[in-house]
């Protein structure tokens, strides 16, 4: 009788390492559900923020041209600028008053 009992003993063991593999499969299984999630929702996130950089560029590119224009026309101003010149507008105010 001794081998039946030693039998019993396996079978036990057996059916117990069967419901530990359907545990750990249930659970690996839901490990890579949520890492797929996590990739996907990941791609999403990275996707959103380009559009909004993006789109925040479309918005703002009229003013940056149109500040890039002032600075053009400063600029330009500015290489017309020279000291004589400038003493000329002196004189010319001073003696209008």
């Given at each position: ?30 490990l890579y559900v949520r ?10 996130y990275i996707l959103v ?37 400038i003493m000329d507008w ?8």
């Amino acid at each position: 009788m001794p081998p039946r009992l030693e039998h019993d003993n396996l079978d036990e063991k057996l059916d117990k390492l069967e419901r530990m593999v359907a545990q750990d499969h249930k659970m690996i299984r839901s490990l890579y559900v949520r890492a797929r999630i996590s990739s996907i929702l990941r791609i999403i996130y990275i996707l959103v923020l380009i559009g909004v950089a993006v789109g925040g560029y479309y918005f703002i590119e009229p003013y940056l041209k149109e500040v890039k224009e002032i600075y053009r026309s400063i600029k330009a101003t500015q290489s017309q600028l020279t000291p004589q010149g400038i003493m000329d507008w002196f004189r010319a105010t001073s003696t209008s008053r």
